[in-house]
């Protein structure tokens, strides 16, 4: 598989582990899904943390807890068609590139969608700011 560098913005396939699975005792994510990376932090020698935000279908029950991605920008990542949003309330946290990092189907084992525009990355950033500030941000450790 091919690893792309931890560039905050990009989107990854990622098998995300929700608050609910890992609360019922899951270790493992039940689904790949393309996630964005939110932060890249060089911790240890030779090792960089990593919090990813999940793209999903569904939209969530508090509209302040997701962006909704537009048609334009799902095209150029290739996703599908389907409305599909930035969840600002649930994150994953684990050591790059982990266990759970998968390749894009038919992108020839690269794990990358390709990067959010800035404007985009930045809503995403302030809007998880937000949510923490208002104590509504799960983050799942990951780092097994």
Not at 93 to 117: C, K, N, S, T
């Amino acid at each position: 598989m091919k690893l792309p560098a931890t560039t905050p913005g990009l989107v990854v396939r990622y098998s995300f582990l929700w608050s609910h699975e890992h609360d019922a005792g899951h270790e493992e994510g039940a689904k790949e899904r393309p996630c964005a990376i939110v932060v890249a932090v060089r911790a240890d020698v030779g090792q960089t943390r990593v919090i990813l935000a999940p793209i999903t279908h569904r939209p969530p029950k508090d509209p302040l807890d997701s962006i909704e991605i537009p048609a334009q920008i799902r095209r150029a990542l290739g996703l599908d068609d389907a409305r599909q949003f930035l969840r600002l309330d649930e994150l994953n946290r684990f050591v790059w590139p982990g266990f759970d990092l998968r390749p894009v189907p038919g992108r020839d084992g690269d794990a990358a969608y390709g990067m959010l525009p800035q404007a985009l990355f930045e809503r995403l950033r302030r809007g998880i700011l937000d949510r923490q500030a208002a104590k509504r941000v799960r983050i799942m450790p990951r780092e097994g």
